[in-house]
């Protein structure tokens, strides 16, 4: 995954994507949606974050600390900009009244990504706890957006070592096969990536040079 990766100017996060077979999504029974406590958190304080606010008390609070894009914002942002703030930010928060306005123009994107925003108090304090939070846990799932068998997940980010990586890796992983009704069976294949490197397939061999 590292290797066949291009050094970038922001962290990059690892994701890892698990595809399904033989489950009908379209039956709310099958469908998937997890918070899972990581072995590892993704390093202290470089979770970055973005807000969707109303508030302009609260978001003037949060410069410096997060990326804030005001309600009357949201209907601006194009399928390009979006798609930037899923590869450069590890959490998504929004104060409670905003999530209707992020669900109606945002959701198609962050659904299957499993980046729809966690509702936040209008406060800094909250909001500190909730960004802590979040560096220590993965949320998948596919009840939103299209029944597409697969789930995503951030894992951690390219500064972790391996083997911490490798540990969120299964710990996701096993999280998810409980789900499954016929586990292992269930499992088409199984993908990891740097935000902007190459899906790597998990278990197969690395090519040979």
Known sequence: ??????KRKFRQ???????????DFSKPDNRIE??????????AGTSRAVVFARDKGFASA?????KVILENEIPAL???AVEALLNEYDVFLAEGPVMLSVGKYLGQQLAPKGKMPKPVNADVKAFDSMLA??????????????????????????EMPDEK????AFAVYSAVLAELP????NIKSIYMKLTMGPAIKIGEKANKE
Do not use: T
């Open 62 to 66: 949060l410069s410096g600390k997060a």
């Open 133 to 158: 939070s979040a560096s220590g846990s993965a949320k998948l799932g596919n009840k939103k957006g299209k029944n597409m068998p697969v789930v995503h997940s951030a894992i951690g980010n390219e």
């Open 165 to 168: 990586l490798a540990e969120n």
């Open 78 to 80: 194009d399928k390009k």
């Open 1 to 6: 995954m590292r290797s066949g990766a291009e």
């Open 182 to 185: 016929s586990g292992e069976q």
């Open 34 to 43: 997890l918070s899972i406590k990581l072995p590892h958190a993704y390093k």
């Open 13 to 23: 996060a690892v994701d890892l994507a698990i595809n399904f077979k033989d489950m």
